[in-house]
């Protein structure tokens, strides 16, 4: 019994280590900033998009 509970420790200490909040959340921020740049760049083709469009017309 004492090995097994030895050993849920050990696997405890290493996710708190890997999976620190500083890392979670900076990779939520990189996500985040991924996700805005790409509905910049597609708010901008559609305006272009539109722009032409109009200016076909």
């Not at 004492?2 to 849920?8: E, G, L, R, W």
């Not at 420790?9 to 900033?33: D, W």
Request: contains cysteine.
């Amino acid at each position: 019994m004492k090995k097994t509970t030895a050993s849920i420790v050990a696997i405890l200490i290493m996710l708190t280590v890997y999976l620190s909040s500083c890392s979670v959340i900076g990779g939520i921020f990189k996500l985040g900033m991924g996700f805005g740049i790409f509905l910049v760049l597609l708010v901008i083709a559609l305006i272009v998009f539109f722009l032409i469009r109009i200016g076909k017309k």
